[in-house]
């Protein structure tokens, strides 16, 4: 399993560094930076979308494995195609609206069962950090 590493924080104008970014949103002390901007991050809401879901299905390993074993060994070879995989599709979107008008959306493309987990940790580091200003 491949885990997916960010990119390099950006520095953003300024001296505050980047604490941690949300898809393409960076979050600072004090604000947002977007692709089209940067906006104070006091009075902004996120919001978050899960729109992923799991399916099951038998590995291609287990169908190879009970194909050749059915010549060699018959009926045991049929208990591969028991085993099960569980993969994870879709995206979780991410919006932040602040109070001078802007508004953003980035999609995070779910690779295992816990980047969901991940993102809604991330928006609400973001929400406490906008609430404490």
Known sequence: MSYWTPPPFPHPAGDEPVLFMIGDVGVTN??????????PLRGTTWTVSNQTFVTSG??????????????????FSLFFLIAKESRVHGFIEVGVHGPGGFYHATRIAAI???????????VSQAQALAAAI
């Not at 390993?61 to 010549?71: C, K, P, T, Y």
């Open 30 to 39: 004090s604000s947002v930076i977007l692709p089209h901007g940067r906006y």
């Open 58 to 75: 038998t590995p291609g390993w287990a169908v190879a494995l009970a194909i050749i074993g059915f010549f060699f060994v018959c009926v």
């Open 112 to 122: 295992d069962p816990y980047t969901a987990q991940w993102v809604h940790q991330q």
